[in-house]
């Protein structure tokens, strides 16, 4: 399987090259060249398959020969089997039609995990076969950065670097980073807020001789591995109901618009999927393009589900790519144009086309917490305020079908989001057993002030124990 640009101008390349690239030179995303696609026999051979050989079947065309079967099987065993739940992402039925697919029993109770606890071992693994080693450094506000460490830590290749604003995360969030004790591991809690942190990541990033003598590297979204890590899940949850033979629609709480492209690419793969429900909080530029084709960007507010306050959503591009009919000049420009007049201009007939699959919906803080009201006191499931924004964006979208189930994506534990959840219903969720003692556990950071090369000399220090 070769990958190619969304922007048209950059070279071809295999999966460790997409794996290690991250970005296309062109500034582009990367693409399979073509998609693969299962038969309703295929798909049917693969009902009942343990989460991890499922994941491993439908990755293998995307890895093509850069794993061979045994490794990759041998890796997304590994991935799930620190999973607090033995369906790894069970399915919990909520209303007559409608089922929550629960992707937070990873170890940082968030969906993150599915896809970065496969992405740890496939960069470690790859960088061992090469002899390369890297340094990963990044900036959090919360969910990615606790994925990123637990998914990296104590492997070999890889030093991990994460900044947070010092007393500006929530202890949840801070404790699952800063009580990961792995030697490879640093936390910096950097005296100022997220943007200062996300500032000293880019001009680390923008400091080439920084950059390349430590080999700079980054987890971000738009890696295609994590797109791809994301597909198994909505297979696993429509086999169950019944496809190939029976058809299902998905909802998925949106921010970078990663999570539902891998629903999407499912689909391309020869899944039934009878739509795509995108979900968003106040910060709703998706939906607003999907429901009027005004993809305009705008300040990011603050809101109750902080892992969807997003303005732009970078993986937006790859849809918009296939909207274009896989043109990359075209996406070049319309791209360009976005950076420049802050609206993407997508023509009206590849909207209107998007339209038959894409539903838009909106729901501001208050809607939240009365949704995850309603879902306490009708079924007594306690959903955290992401998953509230997809279970709404599912009942204002039903299919008209009666046959067709809806799947919302859960991507937090309740326990992540306590405050909000307690707000809606009185009731403070618990953290899992195997995590009660976070508020118990021994805790490692390092305060610095928002000064690069202090923060770069401690970035060096960190990788050189390491290396
Ligand atoms: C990251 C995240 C999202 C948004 O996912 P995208 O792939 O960026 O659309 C939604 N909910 C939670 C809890 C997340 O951590």
Redesign the pocket.
Known sequence: MRYISTRGLAAPRDFEGVLLAGLAEDGGLFMPESWPSFSATEWRAMRGLPYHELAARLLTPFVGTCLTPAELGGMTQAAYASFGHPAVAPLVQIAPRTFSLELFHGPTL???DMAMQLLGRLFDHVLKKRGERITIVGATSG??GSAAIEACRDREAISIVILHPHNRTSAVQRRQMTTVLSGNVANLAVEGDFDNCQDLVKAMFNDAPFRSEMQLAAVN?INWARVAAQIPYYAYAALALGAPDRPVAFS?????????LAAWAARQMGLPVERLIVGANRNDILARWVTANDMTARPVEPSL?P??D?QV?S?FERLLFELLGRDGTATRTTMERFRAEGRMPVPDAAWREATKLFHGFTLDDAGTLAEINRLWTTTGYLA?P?TAVGTAAARAHMPADPAVPVVVAA??HPAKFPDAVEQATGQRPPLPARMADLYEREERYTVLKPDLGEIEGFVRAHARRNG
């Not at 998925?252 to 990663?258: E, K, L, R, S």
């Open positions: 968030a969906f993150k969910d990615t979204s998925v709480p949106t921010g970078n618009f990663g999570n539902v589900s892992s969807m997003i959503s993986n955290d992401h991507t937090a």
